[in-house]
């Protein structure tokens, strides 16, 4: 992507973040979701940041959007877990596996803020393994007829349209098969939705479950072919999974700034403490968990977006699964560990909402569960190192 493009949409993001930190502070403190941050996200133009133009986006590619998010997750994992609903894994699966008449309905209008997007796999029973969903849809006539509840969805309880997943009704064997379907969520009788507010943490995000009964999905909402829905859910994981990676980037930069900050203007026992060697061991050892993840983060963005380009190239898909994998579980966990050494460093006043520190702490620890729990991305890693048949899972 030409410099200067990357530089403007870096540019329209800072000023995102700028005006919405204030707004984001109040709602972190009551408790709330941040209903100003797809206002503000449309009025900066960064709702579409991976659409092509002709579709009302800005073009990203994976590195640009990559340093979007980093920046967006500075200002907290609950503000960038928006982005990575409506974008990552909402428009993603729309742009890479839809068709032209799907692209015209859907992309401009997310674009516009005039829908707001989500993506339903996971089940109260199916996390790691999407395969135990429950959901079900059978066709009648020119529409489906989905059944079933999707549970912890990001941008759940707002989402004007979800890209959900289900198995063909009565199906056995080879023909049960998952297929891929945007789904509208108008219909209060056969959608019925609501809010998730038992967290420890993340309360400017939205997150909801809901369920479908019989909820009619016509014919041309199928996403791909049927029964593509599982490959369709993988790669769009990986495209989850680097947004994840970016927006813990942006957590470890945020916890370092903090706490080196404080350290130059907080004393105890007669000097500022950044001046004690275990202070400066916090400070640096967020420091390389930055390095690494930022590293690490571009390697997996240059990967995604070759492999976007070549979409026909398995080894490159392979590959971009791999780093992205990789980038995920470090940076979630440097997150969570500069997180911790951030509160350390803070002391007393590291334990509270009211300091950007503390709610760190508190948002960044599902990173290392959603979009792929650090278990499966060990799996994940070992078996790229031994090779597909020591594979955990089949």
Not at 12 to 41: G, K, M, Q, S, T
């Amino acid at each position: 992507m030409k410099a200067d493009l990357r530089q403007d949409i870096l540019a329209d993001v800072e000023a995102f973040c700028e005006e919405l930190r204030p707004i984001e502070e109040i709602c972190y403190l009551e408790h709330r979701y941040n209903e100003d941050v797809p206002r503000l996200a449309l009025k900066h133009n960064i709702l579409g940041l991976i659409i092509p133009p002709e579709y009302g986006g800005r073009g990203a590619d994976a590195l640009t959007y990559s340093r979007a998010l980093a920046r967006i997750g500075r200002e907290g994992t609950g503000v960038r877990t928006f982005f990575s609903g409506q974008t990552s894994i909402g428009q993603y699966p729309i742009l890479r596996y839809g068709n032209r008449e799907q692209w015209q309905r859907y992309l401009p209008r997310s674009v516009r803020g005039e829908c707001i997007l989500a993506f339903g796999l996971t089940e109260p029973e199916a996390g790691s393994n999407p395969l135990e969903m429950t959901t079900t849809y059978r066709r009648e006539g020119d529409k489906f007829l989905l059944n079933g509840v999707k549970y912890l969805i990001s941008n759940g309880s707002i989402a004007d349209a979800v890209v959900a997943f289900a198995y063909p009704e009565g199906k056995t064997g080879k023909d049960r098969r998952v297929s891929a379907f945007i789904v509208d969520t108008a219909g209060e009788q056969t959608f019925v939705r609501e809010e998730l507010h038992s967290k420890p943490g993340m309360f400017t995000a939205n997150t909801g479950m809901f369920e479908m009964i019989n909820h009619p999905v016509p014919v041309e909402n199928l996403l791909g072919n049927e029964g593509e829905g599982f490959k369709i859910a993988m790669g769009t994981l990986v495209s989850g999974r680097l947004s994840v990676a970016a927006g813990c980037l942006g957590v470890i930069e945020d916890c370092l700034a903090e706490a080196v900050e404080y350290s130059r203007t907080r004393a105890q026992h007669g000097k500022l403490i950044g001046k004690h060697q275990l202070v400066q061991e916090h400070l640096a050892m967020i420091e390389m968990g930055r390095a690494t993840s930022d590293a690490l983060v571009e390697r997996a963005a240059e990967a995604k977006q070759r492999a976007d380009e070549n979409r026909d190239d398995a080894r490159l898909a392979a590959e971009a699964d791999l780093k992205v994998a990789q980038a995920k579980f470090c940076a979630s966990n440097a997150a969570w560990e500069a997180a911790d050494r951030a509160v350390q460093v803070f002391g007393g006043r590291g334990w509270s909402e009211l300091y950007r520190v503390g709610r760190h702490l508190q948002d960044v620890r599902v990173c290392r569960i959603y979009e792929g729990t650090d278990e499966i991305m060990k799996l994940k890693l070992g078996a790229a190192l031994l090779g597909k048949e020591f594979e955990a899972f089949k």
